[in-house]
Protein backbone atom coordinates (compact mmCIF):
# COMPACT_ATOMS: atom_id res chain seq x y z
CA UNK A 1 0.00 0.00 0.00
CA UNK A 2 0.92 3.45 -0.70
CA UNK A 3 0.05 5.77 2.52
CA UNK A 4 -2.13 8.57 1.65
CA UNK A 5 -1.85 11.55 0.22
CA UNK A 6 -3.62 15.11 1.97
CA UNK A 7 -5.93 15.02 5.27
CA UNK A 8 -6.30 12.48 7.80
CA UNK A 9 -8.44 13.08 10.33
CA UNK A 10 -6.95 12.21 13.74
CA UNK A 11 -10.46 11.23 14.70
CA UNK A 12 -12.01 12.00 17.94
CA UNK A 13 -13.64 8.58 20.25
CA UNK A 14 -17.49 9.76 21.04
CA UNK A 15 -18.57 8.37 24.27
CA UNK A 16 -21.54 8.06 25.81
CA UNK A 17 -21.90 7.22 29.16
CA UNK A 18 -18.31 7.05 29.63
CA UNK A 19 -18.69 3.92 27.24
CA UNK A 20 -17.69 4.00 23.03
CA UNK A 21 -20.88 5.26 21.47
CA UNK A 22 -20.70 3.31 18.04
CA UNK A 23 -23.83 5.17 16.76
CA UNK A 24 -22.16 7.98 16.67
CA UNK A 25 -18.51 6.51 15.41
CA UNK A 26 -20.75 5.54 12.45
CA UNK A 27 -21.73 8.62 11.44
CA UNK A 28 -18.69 10.38 11.64
CA UNK A 29 -16.96 8.05 9.48
CA UNK A 30 -19.44 8.60 7.10
CA UNK A 31 -19.59 12.26 7.66
CA UNK A 32 -16.23 12.15 7.06
CA UNK A 33 -15.75 9.87 3.62
CA UNK A 34 -18.57 12.60 2.79
CA UNK A 35 -16.29 15.63 3.07
CA UNK A 36 -13.23 14.56 1.65
CA UNK A 37 -11.31 13.67 4.33
CA UNK A 38 -8.58 11.61 2.80
CA UNK A 39 -8.11 8.99 5.68
CA UNK A 40 -9.04 7.90 9.05
CA UNK A 41 -6.77 7.92 11.96
CA UNK A 42 -8.55 5.98 14.84
CA UNK A 43 -7.55 5.39 18.43
CA UNK A 44 -4.76 7.99 18.00
CA UNK A 45 -4.13 10.51 20.77
CA UNK A 46 -7.06 12.34 19.92
CA UNK A 47 -9.02 9.48 19.54
CA UNK A 48 -7.96 8.94 23.56
CA UNK A 49 -6.55 5.66 23.51
CA UNK A 50 -4.56 6.01 26.27
CA UNK A 51 -7.44 5.42 28.07
CA UNK A 52 -8.80 2.82 26.12
CA UNK A 53 -8.37 -0.46 27.29
CA UNK A 54 -7.20 -3.22 24.65
CA UNK A 55 -10.43 -4.66 24.52
CA UNK A 56 -12.07 -1.23 23.53
CA UNK A 57 -8.87 -0.74 20.94
CA UNK A 58 -9.53 -3.87 19.05
CA UNK A 59 -13.23 -3.24 18.68
CA UNK A 60 -13.18 0.09 17.81
CA UNK A 61 -10.28 -0.62 15.34
CA UNK A 62 -12.30 -3.36 14.22
CA UNK A 63 -15.27 -1.07 13.68
CA UNK A 64 -13.30 1.38 12.06
CA UNK A 65 -12.20 -0.77 9.28
CA UNK A 66 -15.47 -2.78 8.82
CA UNK A 67 -17.26 0.78 8.35
CA UNK A 68 -15.08 2.40 6.04
CA UNK A 69 -14.90 -1.00 4.04
CA UNK A 70 -11.93 0.08 2.18
CA UNK A 71 -13.24 3.24 0.44
CA UNK A 72 -10.60 5.35 2.17
CA UNK A 73 -7.27 4.14 4.30
CA UNK A 74 -7.82 3.33 7.71
CA UNK A 75 -4.65 3.53 9.77
CA UNK A 76 -4.68 2.70 13.66
CA UNK A 77 -3.05 4.01 15.89
CA UNK A 78 -0.76 1.00 17.61
CA UNK A 79 1.89 2.58 19.73
CA UNK A 80 2.78 1.95 23.52
CA UNK A 81 5.77 2.06 25.83
CA UNK A 82 5.99 -1.80 25.77
CA UNK A 83 6.87 -3.12 22.48
CA UNK A 84 5.19 -6.74 22.57
CA UNK A 85 1.67 -4.83 23.77
CA UNK A 86 2.28 -2.62 20.76
CA UNK A 87 3.27 -5.77 18.38
CA UNK A 88 0.34 -7.55 19.61
CA UNK A 89 -2.21 -4.63 18.23
CA UNK A 90 -0.21 -3.90 15.22
CA UNK A 91 -0.75 -7.42 14.21
CA UNK A 92 -4.57 -7.71 15.13
CA UNK A 93 -4.79 -4.61 13.22
CA UNK A 94 -3.65 -5.82 10.18
CA UNK A 95 -5.46 -9.13 10.58
CA UNK A 96 -8.83 -6.90 10.76
CA UNK A 97 -8.09 -5.15 7.68
CA UNK A 98 -6.08 -1.72 8.60
CA UNK A 99 -4.01 -0.23 5.85
CA UNK A 100 -1.70 1.19 8.01
CA UNK A 101 0.01 1.75 11.52
CA UNK A 102 0.33 5.04 13.45
CA UNK A 103 3.15 4.18 16.16
CA UNK A 104 3.74 7.14 18.73
CA UNK A 105 7.41 7.05 20.34
CA UNK A 106 7.44 5.14 23.69
CA UNK A 107 6.53 7.19 26.45
CA UNK A 108 7.43 7.55 30.29
CA UNK A 109 10.59 4.79 29.43
CA UNK A 110 12.57 7.54 27.82
CA UNK A 111 14.74 4.93 25.65
CA UNK A 112 17.62 6.40 23.74
CA UNK A 113 17.86 6.82 19.87
CA UNK A 114 19.20 3.04 19.65
CA UNK A 115 16.33 2.07 22.14
CA UNK A 116 13.69 3.23 19.58
CA UNK A 117 15.33 1.78 16.43
CA UNK A 118 15.24 -1.14 18.11
CA UNK A 119 11.36 -1.13 19.02
CA UNK A 120 10.08 0.07 15.94
CA UNK A 121 12.42 -2.53 13.58
CA UNK A 122 11.00 -5.43 15.83
CA UNK A 123 7.57 -3.78 15.54
CA UNK A 124 8.04 -3.68 11.51
CA UNK A 125 9.29 -7.37 11.29
CA UNK A 126 5.95 -8.87 12.74
CA UNK A 127 3.63 -7.28 10.30
CA UNK A 128 3.26 -6.49 6.34
CA UNK A 129 1.51 -3.37 6.46
CA UNK A 130 2.67 0.27 6.62
CA UNK A 131 3.97 2.13 9.70
CA UNK A 132 3.93 5.59 10.00
CA UNK A 133 6.59 6.88 13.39
CA UNK A 134 5.14 9.65 14.87
CA UNK A 135 7.23 11.99 16.95
CA UNK A 136 5.33 13.95 19.82
CA UNK A 137 7.51 14.69 22.18
CA UNK A 138 6.01 17.60 24.19
CA UNK A 139 3.54 14.35 25.10
CA UNK A 140 6.17 11.25 25.58
CA UNK A 141 9.30 13.60 26.70
CA UNK A 142 11.42 12.03 24.00
CA UNK A 143 12.65 13.50 21.01
CA UNK A 144 13.62 11.36 17.43
CA UNK A 145 16.39 12.62 15.43
CA UNK A 146 16.04 13.29 12.15
CA UNK A 147 19.13 10.61 11.61
CA UNK A 148 17.10 7.89 13.70
CA UNK A 149 14.12 8.84 11.49
CA UNK A 150 16.87 8.20 8.72
CA UNK A 151 18.09 4.72 9.92
CA UNK A 152 14.49 3.68 10.41
CA UNK A 153 13.06 4.76 7.04
CA UNK A 154 14.89 1.63 5.40
CA UNK A 155 13.00 -0.38 6.81
CA UNK A 156 10.44 -1.67 3.97
CA UNK A 157 7.61 -1.16 6.14
CA UNK A 158 8.04 2.05 7.87
CA UNK A 159 7.28 4.62 5.48
CA UNK A 160 6.43 7.34 6.44
CA UNK A 161 6.44 9.87 9.74
CA UNK A 162 3.67 12.23 11.74
CA UNK A 163 6.27 14.86 12.83
CA UNK A 164 4.57 16.81 16.06
CA UNK A 165 7.83 18.29 17.65
CA UNK A 166 6.66 21.87 16.17
CA UNK A 167 10.40 22.38 15.43
CA UNK A 168 10.26 23.03 11.57
CA UNK A 169 14.37 22.84 11.47
CA UNK A 170 14.08 19.02 12.10
CA UNK A 171 11.58 18.47 9.74
CA UNK A 172 13.70 20.37 7.05
CA UNK A 173 16.39 17.43 8.05
CA UNK A 174 14.06 14.85 7.96
CA UNK A 175 12.40 15.98 4.55
CA UNK A 176 16.95 16.75 3.93
CA UNK A 177 18.05 12.97 4.53
CA UNK A 178 15.49 10.96 3.71
CA UNK A 179 14.10 8.93 0.49
CA UNK A 180 11.78 10.71 -1.87
CA UNK A 181 9.39 8.02 -1.31
CA UNK A 182 9.44 8.61 2.42
CA UNK A 183 6.09 10.36 3.55
CA UNK A 184 6.08 13.11 6.19
CA UNK A 185 2.51 14.04 7.76
CA UNK A 186 2.42 17.50 9.54
CA UNK A 187 1.36 16.48 13.25
CA UNK A 188 0.20 20.16 13.89
CA UNK A 189 -1.99 21.97 12.58
CA UNK A 190 -0.70 25.51 12.24
CA UNK A 191 1.96 23.83 10.17
CA UNK A 192 0.22 22.32 7.59
CA UNK A 193 1.70 24.78 4.42
CA UNK A 194 5.27 25.37 6.05
CA UNK A 195 5.91 21.34 6.21
CA UNK A 196 4.34 20.87 2.76
CA UNK A 197 6.44 23.44 1.09
CA UNK A 198 9.41 20.81 2.36
CA UNK A 199 8.13 18.11 0.60
CA UNK A 200 5.40 17.03 3.15
CA UNK A 201 2.43 14.94 2.05
CA UNK A 202 0.02 15.93 4.24
CA UNK A 203 -1.58 16.05 7.72
CA UNK A 204 -2.88 14.09 10.58
CA UNK A 205 -5.04 16.92 11.49
CA UNK A 206 -6.96 17.54 14.81
CA UNK A 207 -8.92 20.22 13.10
CA UNK A 208 -10.08 18.78 10.50
CA UNK A 209 -12.77 16.53 12.86
CA UNK A 210 -14.91 19.75 12.33
CA UNK A 211 -13.53 21.47 8.82
CA UNK A 212 -13.05 18.32 6.96
CA UNK A 213 -13.48 19.56 3.58
CA UNK A 214 -11.35 23.00 4.71
CA UNK A 215 -8.37 20.93 6.01
CA UNK A 216 -8.31 18.51 2.79
CA UNK A 217 -8.43 21.89 0.72
CA UNK A 218 -4.96 23.19 2.14
CA UNK A 219 -3.23 20.58 1.11
CA UNK A 220 -5.07 19.45 -2.12
CA UNK A 221 -4.42 23.16 -2.96
CA UNK A 222 -0.87 23.21 -2.24
CA UNK A 223 0.41 20.09 -3.98
CA UNK A 224 -2.00 20.78 -7.23
CA UNK A 225 -0.05 24.40 -7.72
CA UNK A 226 -2.07 26.89 -5.60
CA UNK A 227 -0.24 28.01 -3.13
CA UNK A 228 -1.31 31.34 -2.40
CA UNK A 229 -4.92 29.39 -2.07
CA UNK A 230 -3.46 27.06 0.47
CA UNK A 231 -1.99 29.70 2.37
CA UNK A 232 -4.87 31.74 2.47
CA UNK A 233 -6.45 28.71 4.14
CA UNK A 234 -4.15 28.02 6.90
CA UNK A 235 -3.88 31.42 8.14
CA UNK A 236 -7.62 31.77 8.18
CA UNK A 237 -7.96 28.61 10.58
CA UNK A 238 -4.77 29.09 12.62
CA UNK A 239 -7.07 31.67 14.98
CA UNK A 240 -9.32 28.65 16.02
CA UNK A 241 -6.22 25.68 15.67
CA UNK A 242 -4.35 27.92 18.05
CA UNK A 243 -7.84 27.56 20.22
CA UNK A 244 -8.04 24.17 19.82
CA UNK A 245 -4.51 23.68 21.88
CA UNK A 246 -5.38 26.58 24.20
CA UNK A 247 -5.82 22.87 26.57
CA UNK A 248 -4.63 19.51 26.53
CA UNK A 249 -6.16 17.72 23.19
CA UNK A 250 -8.55 16.85 22.92
CA UNK A 251 -10.66 18.36 25.18
CA UNK A 252 -11.01 21.86 23.16
CA UNK A 253 -11.55 20.07 20.10
CA UNK A 254 -14.52 17.77 21.21
CA UNK A 255 -15.90 20.70 23.07
CA UNK A 256 -16.05 22.30 19.78
CA UNK A 257 -17.88 19.87 18.03
CA UNK A 258 -20.34 19.33 20.94
CA UNK A 259 -20.68 23.01 20.91
CA UNK A 260 -21.48 22.72 16.77
CA UNK A 261 -24.46 19.51 17.76
CA UNK A 262 -21.60 17.02 16.82
CA UNK A 263 -22.27 15.01 20.03
CA UNK A 264 -18.43 13.83 20.63
CA UNK A 265 -19.59 13.23 24.59
CA UNK A 266 -17.34 13.92 27.28
CA UNK A 267 -13.46 12.88 27.66
CA UNK A 268 -12.43 10.11 29.84
CA UNK A 269 -10.58 11.16 33.34
CA UNK A 270 -7.84 12.52 33.60
CA UNK A 271 -9.08 15.03 31.48
CA UNK A 272 -12.07 17.47 32.06
CA UNK A 273 -13.86 19.95 30.64
CA UNK A 274 -12.26 23.00 29.97
CA UNK A 275 -12.06 26.10 31.71
CA UNK A 276 -15.14 28.50 31.04
CA UNK A 277 -12.63 31.56 30.25
CA UNK A 278 -11.03 29.07 27.57
CA UNK A 279 -14.24 28.17 26.09
CA UNK A 280 -15.35 31.69 25.60
CA UNK A 281 -11.57 32.21 23.03
CA UNK A 282 -13.44 28.86 21.60
CA UNK A 283 -16.43 30.05 20.98
CA UNK A 284 -14.94 33.38 20.02
CA UNK A 285 -13.01 31.88 17.29
CA UNK A 286 -15.78 29.69 16.07
CA UNK A 287 -17.70 32.81 15.33
CA UNK A 288 -15.14 34.55 13.58
CA UNK A 289 -14.37 32.14 10.56
CA UNK A 290 -18.50 31.13 10.54
CA UNK A 291 -19.32 28.43 12.59
CA UNK A 292 -21.26 29.38 14.86
CA UNK A 293 -23.26 32.86 15.40
CA UNK A 294 -23.78 34.37 18.97
CA UNK A 295 -26.49 37.30 17.73
Not at 172 to 198: H, K, M, T, W
Amino acid sequence: MTLFKGSGVALVTPFKSNKVNYQKLEELIEWHIENSTDAIIICGTTGEASTMTREEKKKVIRFTVEQVNNRIPVIAGTGSNNTIEAIELSKYSQEVGANGLLIVTPYYNKTTQKGLIKHYTTIADSINIPIILYNVPGRTGLNMTPKTVFQLASHPNIQGVKEASGNISQVAEIARICPDDFYIYSGNDDQIVPLLSLGGQGVISVVANILPKETHDIVSSYLSGKIDHARELQLHLNGLINSLFIETNPMPIKTAMNILGMDAGEVRLPLTKMEPQNIEILLNNLEEIGLISRR
